[in-house]
T-cell receptor, first 113, second 116 residues
Framework: GENVEQHPSTLSVQEGDSAVIKCTYS??????FPWYKQELGKGPQLIID?????GEKKDQRIAVTLNKTAKHFSLHITETQPEDSAVYFC????????????FGTGTSLTVIP | GAVVSQHPSRVICKSGTSVKIECRSL??????MFWYRQFPKQSLMLMAT?????????EQGVEKDKFLINHASLTLSTLTVTSAHPEDSSFYIC????????????FGSGTQLSVL
């Protein structure tokens, strides 16, 4: 089955700096890669996603890049703000199969004011 | 994005009682819903996959008689923790996949279960 690894497990940045979280996957059949943000005591919220036919996607201060050959994808947050502090999870799955989503182990991001 | 409603958000119960958690997809139909358990500062642990109109598929090590899942309609799945014990205390989260639309996965807000 699919194996998703995520690094780093914790990340602290100064407000205004950029944050990068990286994930790797093992199954070449995976073609959909979402990122979720989870605040304390809440369910994960989808913040951005990318499909394998695209190399990069951007939405305001967040962007995701995908390298299919190397089987890794990354989340980039620019101009970080204290409200970006949360746990971020990456995931991978093959679409159109009804398969489960395979999640990384999470990154706890702290933005220091 | 689509909305998944999960209730209750928090429940405290006595050991030996049963607790039911509801998960509803409000603006899309979900033939598949997933139930997760999450321990503090850990990732999401898939418990079972709930398919509308059929029996749930449980992950290895998850007791199906302990965690009863019912997915009676395209918008509602329930998880019942039967004869709860303190070790069942955890954060339970449901999710629903918009399979007929975007195929994206959306999560409920979670249920914090505390068994005394």
């Amino acid at each position: 089955g699919e194996n998703v690894e995520q690094h780093p497990s914790t990340l602290s940045v100064q407000e205004g700096d950029s944050a990068v979280i990286k994930c790797t996957y093992s199954d070449s059949a995976s073609n959909y890669f979402p990122w979720y943000k989870q605040e304390l005591g809440k369910g994960p919220q989808l913040i951005i996603d990318i499909r394998s036919n695209v190399g990069e996607k951007k939405d305001q201060r967040i962007a995701v890049t995908l390298n299919k050959t190397a089987k890794h994808f990354s989340l980039h947050i620019t101009e970080t703000q204290p409200e970006d502090s949360a746990v971020y999870f990456c995931a991978a799955t093959p679409l159109n199969t009804g398969n489960q989503f395979y999640f990384g182990t999470g990154t706890s991001l702290t933005v220091i004011p | 994005g689509a909305v998944v409603s999960q209730h209750p958000s928090r429940v405290i119960c006595k050991s030996g009682t049963s607790v039911k958690i509801e998960c509803r997809s409000l603006d899309f139909q979900a033939t598949t819903m997933f139930w997760y358990r999450q321990f503090p500062k850990q990732s999401l642990m898939l418990m079972a996959t709930s398919n509308e109109g059929s029996k749930a598929t449980y992950e290895q090590g998850v007791e199906k008689d302990k965690f009863l899942i019912n997915h009676a309609s395209l918008t509602l799945s329930t998880l019942t923790v039967t004869s709860a014990h303190p070790e069942d205390s955890s954060f339970y989260i449901c999710s629903a996949r918009d399979q007929e639309g975007t195929e994206k996965l959306f999560f409920g807000s979670g249920t914090q279960l505390s068994v005394l």
